[in-house]
């Protein structure tokens, strides 16, 4: 619909998972909803994030199988890596899911118009998708949900060839025969795992003492352990200083702690150099150029401060998603969009709950965690008990030929037995922090979990014996 006024009950700028995802409940609950977005629906998630990298994963996965084929009894000719092919079916994987999504808002009758949204007034947004192509949406609410973008340093020259964020990595069709990734959180570590598979000569660069230094610290340092065996440089308390481009890069980094990072080093400085460097250091929130510099609106640290139903402190202006602040996930933009939603349509609305958000590191073993580390429950006062299950003692795992060094690890309130936090390392232990996020919401025990019956032999029997583990014992150890 070029140029042009509208009217509607909602208008909702940015239609990443979090947008997408409140346009379309909006519209089942009866909201006239218009959906607003510059480039792709569908957003970071489905074009440069979750989907793409974890189908470039997934193969790394099957690749490392076919690799143990003949212990599995399988017997394969030869095996190899096509980067081309990998490619492609990752585009075929976004392109279908693209398909879905615009078939989904077209089915829910939700308006999309294509542009650049910028608020004009707590209650219209003017969009522009060229000079002579713009239109005014008058609404009674707006939603906020233009998502993040790459962090790069104003000292570090971004050269796509060389010096690589995670969108361009996406489109580079080369495997490099050495990578430096600055920053060792879930994207790093996600790329390094599959660079590393893939065959390049990676090196992580930390800052904080451990990679991802969010999760508990046990797990990280076992995965550490891991990565270095798999011939993974990692060199934690370091900081990304300078960077030159010679066909290809040579990066200055230097230790926290001043302690020599190696023989050849001066001082505690140091220059390395690889064929390419993957920026992987966070990103910024997506809130310039949209007109919210009139707008009274309050922020914690760069992102945007809302209510536990979304709202901003402008009414009728919800801002969800990325926007709002860490973990900047695409689960947690789900939900605050329909949290958003149902709160503008009247509804009973839980607020948002940010202790069951469970996160997840797509690398093999994976990293998959909810709640409280055990640093973070200890450092908050709390007593507790901590009940712990090795995947070597799971049937399902053994059975898979997945159980080195991984674990399930409960961490429980001593007093009132609530469980504080669940953190995982093993194949696809992702797949089951729902069932911990229920138990998070229910406010669940540990003892409650062992009045659980799991199916044998899976590998959630391990959460059961962790439960075990944290009243007395578990059984098959
Ligand atoms: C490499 C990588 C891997 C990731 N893997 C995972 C994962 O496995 N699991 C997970 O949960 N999360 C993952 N994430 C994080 C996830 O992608 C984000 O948390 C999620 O996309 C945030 O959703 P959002 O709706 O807030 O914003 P976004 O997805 O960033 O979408 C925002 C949308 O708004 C549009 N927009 C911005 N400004 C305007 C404007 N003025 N007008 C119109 N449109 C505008 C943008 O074009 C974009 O489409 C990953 C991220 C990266 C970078």
Same mark, same amino acid.
């Given at each position: ?12 700028i ?5 947008? %997408? ?7 089942? @609950?009866?909201?006239?909803?218009? @959906?607003?977005?510059?480039? /792709? ?16 994963? #997934?193969?790394?996965?099957? %690749?490392?199988r076919?690799?143990?084929a ?16 990998? #490619?492609?079916? /990752?585009?075929?994987?976004v ?15 939700? $308006?999309v ?15 522009? /998708? ?62 390094? %795992? ?9 090196t ?13 610290? $046990? *797990? ?21 200083? /300078?960077?030159? *481009?010679d ?11 001043? *302690? ?8 505690n ?16 929130p ?6 919210i ?26 801002a969800?998603g ?5 973990? @900047? ?25 940010y ?49 080195e060094?991984?674990?399930?690890? *409960? ?15 093993? #194949? ?12 998070s ?17 899976? @590998?959630?029997?391990?959460?059961l ?13």
């Open positions: 619909m070029p140029g042009g006024n509208s009217t509607f009950d909602l208008v909702i940015g239609g990443g998972p979090g947008g %997408y995802t409140a346009a379309i409940r909006a519209a089942h @609950l009866g909201i006239k909803t218009a @959906l607003v977005e510059k480039d /792709k629906v569908g957003g970071t998630c489905l074009h440069w994030g979750c989907i793409p990298t974890k189908v470039l994963l #997934h193969s790394a996965d099957l %690749y490392t076919f690799l143990r003949k212990e599995f009894g399988i017997i394969v000719d030869k095996v190899e890596i096509s980067y081309t092919q990998l #490619h492609r079916r /990752k585009e075929d994987v392109n279908r899911l693209f398909h879905g999504v615009q078939f989904l808002l077209k089915k829910n009758r939700v $308006e118009f294509q542009g650049e949204g910028h608020i004009l007034s707590p209650n219209s947004v003017l969009v522009k /998708k060229d000079e002579t192509d713009v239109h005014r949406i008058t609404a009674k609410n707006i939603i906020l949900a233009t998502g993040s973008v790459p962090s790069i340093p104003s000292n570090i020259p971004h050269e796509s060839n060389y010096v690589l964020t995670s969108n361009d990595i996406l489109l580079s069709k080369e495997i490099p025969k050495s990578i430096i990734i600055a920053g060792g959180g879930a994207v790093g570590i996600e790329f390094a %795992y599959l660079f590393n598979i893939l065959g390049s000569r990676v992580i660069l930390e800052l904080f003492d451990e990679i991802l230094p969010a999760e508990d610290k $046990e *797990i990280s340092s076992t995965l550490r352990k891991i990565f270095h065996k798999r011939g993974i440089e990692i060199r934690t308390n370091t900081s990304l200083e /300078k960077v030159t *481009i066909n290809g890069v040579v990066v200055e980094i230097k230790r926290k702690d001043g *302690i020599l990072p190696s023989p050849t080093a001066t001082g400085q140091e220059f390395i150099k690889a064929d390419q460097l993957l920026l992987a250091l966070g990103r910024n997506a809130l310039t150029n949209i007109g510099e009139k707008l009274p609106l309050t922020y914690q640290g760069k992102y945007l401060q809302t209510s536990e139903v979304m709202e901003t402190s402008q009414s009728g202006i919800f969800i990325d926007i709002t602040g860490p973990p @900047l996930l695409a689960h947690k933009a789900f939900h605050q969009g329909t949290r958003a939603v149902s709160y503008l349509a009247g509804k009973e609305t839980t607020p948002m709950n202790q069951s958000i469970p996160a997840v590191t797509y690398c093999s073993p994976q990293v998959a965690s909810i709640g409280l580390t055990q640093e973070e429950a200890e450092k908050r006062g709390h007593k507790i008990r901590i009940g712990k299950f090795p995947l070597l003692a799971n049937s399902k795992a053994i059975i898979d030929g997945e159980f060094d991984g674990f399930f690890k *409960i961490i429980s309130d001593d007093k009132y037995g609530e469980i504080l936090g669940v953190h995982a390392l093993g #194949h696809n232990v992702g797949e089951l922090m729902w069932g911990m996020s229920l138990a919401i229910l406010e669940g025990t540990a003892s409650e979990l062992t009045d659980v019956i799991f199916p044998h032999p899976t @590998l959630s029997e391990a959460i014996e962790a439960a075990h583990a944290v009243i007395d014992k578990p059984i098959h150890v």
